[in-house]
Structure formats: C-alpha cells, structure tokens
C-alpha cells in the first residue's frame, strides 16, 4: 500500500506541478482570446438559454439543454465544492482560492469549446437521443481509435468508480462526524440507493438531476449568503487575505506560494471539470438546434460551480478563521466553520447538504461512464458489470482511507485532462467558426440560429447534424 501511495504522489507532482498547470492555464488563455472572451461577453446569452430548456420536453430518449446542464451540474456540484474547497484552503492556503478563481474564469472558455466540440460531433441513438464526448470527436472527427479509446477508459474508471469513492466516502465521514453513523452501515445504504438510480438509464437519471440540483444548490447558496451578510464588516479582510495570499509566500500555509497556486488549481478542476472530459458527455445529448447554444450553457456551469458554490464554501470557512486554529481537513473542516457561525446543530444539516451534493453527484459521475461504456462495447451485460463495479466502488469509499482516495482521483484527472485537453486543441478552429456563425446569426436578427454543417471545412465526424439519413443509421 505504501508503494502505491508513493507512486501516486510521484505521478500526481510530476503531472500539476509542470504539465497540466502549462496547459490549462495556457489553453484557456488561448481559447478566451480566440472566442474574444466568450464567456463574458455572451453571459446574458447563456443565462437566456438556460431558462428556454426549462420545462421542455423532446421525447423519452432525448433531453433539453437544461437537463443536460443539470447532469453536468450535478457531477460539478459536489464534495469538490465543499470538502475540496477546505482541503485547498488548508493546504494551500486562502491564496489558493484565488488562483481556483482564475482557473475558472479561463475554464470557461475551454468549457466552451469542448462542450460545442461535443455538440458537433455527438452522434444520433436509437429513439430520439444523442450520445457523444471526448471519445467520440476524438475517434470520429481527429481519427484517432487508440487515444479515444484510452480516454473512454480513463473517464469510464475516473468518473464511474474512483471519483464516486471520493463522493462516498465524503458522504460516510460527514455522517459519521455530524450523527456518528456506522460508515459501513451507511456505505451499504448508498450502494442500494446508487443501484436503484443507476439502473434507470439517462432519463431517470436527468429527472433526478433536474430537481435536485436546484433545491440542494439553491439551499446551500443562500445559507452562504446569510453568513456572509451576518459578517458583512469582516468581507473586505477576507477578499484581500484571498488576494494577497495568492502572491504573498508566506501567507500560503501549505509550503508557499507553489501549494497555493498548485493547490488551488487542481482543486479549481476537480470542481468545475473545465477542459477534463467529463462535461461535453452530458452536452452531447442535449437536443438544440445548434450546437453553440449548449457549448455557452456548459460554460455557464464553470461560473455556478466555482465562482458561486466553491466561494460559498470558502467565505464560510475563511470569516469563521477555523482553518488557522485546527488540524482539521475536508468535510470535517468545513462543519466546524459552519458550526462557528450558526451553531452546533449545524454539521447535522451539512452533512444532510453533503447527502444530496455527493449523492447527485455519483448519479452524474455514473452516466460519463455509461457513455464511454457504450463507446467500448455495445453488450448490455458489459454495461451491467461496469453498473455493479460503481455500486462496489461506492462501497468501498465509503470505508477507505480519505488521502488515498483523493490522491487517486488526482492521478485518474490528469491523465483524462491532458488526453483531452490535447485533442480539443486541435479542434478548437471548429468551435471558432460555429461560434461566428451562431453571432452572425443573432446579429441578422435571428432569434433560434441553427445549424448547417457545411460551413465547416470538412464535415469528417459530423453525423448528428447531416442530412444523409443513411449515415446515421449506420452508428446506431
């Protein structure tokens, strides 16, 4: 075991230290200045397109934009946004938050353009649904089968089994903290709750998201602003603590200021899942009428994840000063912080809070997998193991030892970052000209832009959006 602990720590250094740090930030740079820093400019846009998937309905195969919003949201919005934001501020200090910050706001333009990627490439299923992601505009539109399929493995173990460990075993320590729950006893009770869910494939899965997502954000959100309000005078010391930390060495408590850059940046991605893979997965099966529409909705889900719910977290922790007068880490941190502003029965309701965070999230963590598994194997028993592997890997974090697990879905990220984050380089021009061509659209007055493939330079890999009817039967 302390082998394996080695080798990951050795491998996650190597890979945020140098590698992914270069590229993310670089890349986002990069993608911003192309889109003409899209996910400012066009935030009305996105809000507005949100709101027009509410409510709608597109059959029982196919989901709105909202929906898929929701299962991005759902995966985003989890334990990263709580128990991550502590680990960061105890690590790294509250300078790390900052640089989390910046990840965000350059992210989403990288969210932007690997969701619309996502949306050009998916491909139509039986009924009136889509499926697509990395794996698929990697094979399909770079023609690539060996990297697409090293990342539909990489993301199908990442998301399906080690990041839904992380989800359970935060779940378990917050119950255990908070009530003194068996972890056992409740690991057991998540693992039949996860098979009642995952068992009912995509639509019941958007069902459960849509709904939840809203009331548990939504709850969670306003209890951060009613903190924040309460130590409104307090505000002003924090926001320039987070700011000065970001630049300051010694104010960085976790080894200066590489832990607080490093750390605020791997938790940043954990999050908001910008540039990793994961999200064009869930914004390939939207129905829109063009693809742009969902690559500014998916960017959208960067700023809720990180600058509204991740700042929740970090406000509540850094205007109770509790991460300075304890050894205390994760979820246990965050109680503690909550507990100083409203009292002791507050780790009771976070960690009721941290149910439906961590719960929502293994739902959509479950459906990437099941996308990628289908891309690998179209047998409908190969998707039944892989469902029993989730519901086994969610009882075995809800036992495990904590830094492992979170170690682990560092190493599994980087590898499914750098492998997408390389291909959606390289894609990127297809994005840019979808983008200019949704404006254009807008700016002649139209008000429902659609899409027409040809004005790509070449249609390889485009088969949703074609005519030919014959193509796409021939992927289903």
Excluded at 301 to 317: K, N, P, Q, R, Y
Excluded at 347 to 352: E, G, K
Aim: glycine share 10%.
């Amino acid at each position: 075991m302390n082998l394996l602990e080695n080798f990951i720590t050795c491998a996650n250094n190597m890979l945020w230290s140098y590698v992914l740090i270069i590229l993310l930030v670089g890349l986002g740079f990069w993608f911003s200045l192309r889109t003409k820093f899209v996910q400012i400019r066009m935030l009305g846009e996105m809000l507005a397109l949100v709101k027009e998937g509410i409510g709608v309905d597109h059959g029982q195969e196919a989901i709105s934009s909202f929906q898929a919003f929701c299962v991005s949201t759902a995966s985003r919005v989890g334990v990263g946004n709580i128990a991550g934001i502590a680990i960061a501020i105890a690590s790294g200090g509250p300078g790390a938050i900052f640089w989390m910050w910046m990840i965000a706001i350059l992210g989403s333009a990288t969210g932007f353009v690997e969701s619309t990627l996502a949306q050009i490439y998916k491909i139509p299923t039986h009924g009136n649904g889509y499926r697509g992601g990395p794996a698929y505009y990697i094979k399909n539109a770079l023609g690539s089968k060996f990297f697409s399929t090293v990342f539909a493995v990489l993301i199908s173990v990442t998301f399906g089994l080690i990041f839904n460990s992380v989800q359970a075993n935060t779940i378990t320590v917050s119950l255990q903290a908070a009530f003194g729950f068996d972890r056992l006893a409740m690991g057991i009770v998540l693992a039949i709750f996860t098979a009642l869910s995952i068992f009912g494939g995509i639509t019941r899965i958007a069902k459960i998201a849509e709904w939840m997502v809203p009331i548990m954000a939504g709850i969670y959100l306003l209890t951060a602003l009613i903190i924040t309000l309460m130590n409104l005078s307090l505000l002003p010391g924090v926001l320039k603590l987070i700011v000065s930390s970001a630049f300051n060495a010694n104010a960085a408590i976790g080894g200066g200021l590489g832990a607080a850059i490093m750390t605020g940046v791997k938790r940043g991605l954990f999050s908001n899942e910008a540039g990793m893979g994961s999200v064009p997965n869930a914004a390939a099966t939207a129905f829109v009428t063009h693809p742009v529409k969902q690559g500014l909705v998916q960017a959208l889900g960067v700023f809720v994840d990180t600058l509204l719910v991740c700042s929740a977290t970090a406000f509540i922790i850094l205007l109770s000063n509790s991460y300075q007068m304890t050894d205390l880490t994760g979820i246990e941190l965050a109680q503690q912080s909550l507990a100083f502003h409203v009292g002791p029965w507050a780790p009771s309701l976070l960690s009721l809070l941290i149910c439906l965070f961590a719960f929502s999230s293994i739902v959509g963590n479950y459906y990437y997998g099941e996308i990628n598994i289908a891309f690998l194997n179209s047998n409908p028993k190969i998707l039944t193991i892989f469902r029993v592997c989730v519901v086994a890997m969610v009882l075995f974090g809800s036992v495990a030892k904590v830094t492992l697990v979170w170690d682990m879905a560092d190493l599994f990220m980087a590898l499914m970052a750098l492998t997408n984050l390389i291909s959606i380089s390289l894609l990127a021009k297809f994005a840019y000209i979808a983008l200019d061509d949704y404006t254009r659209q807008k700016r002649a007055g139209i008000i429902n832009p659609t899409f027409d493939p040809s004005i790509l330079p070449t249609q390889k890999g485009v088969f949703a959006w074609c005519k030919d009817k014959e193509s796409k039967k021939q992927l289903m």
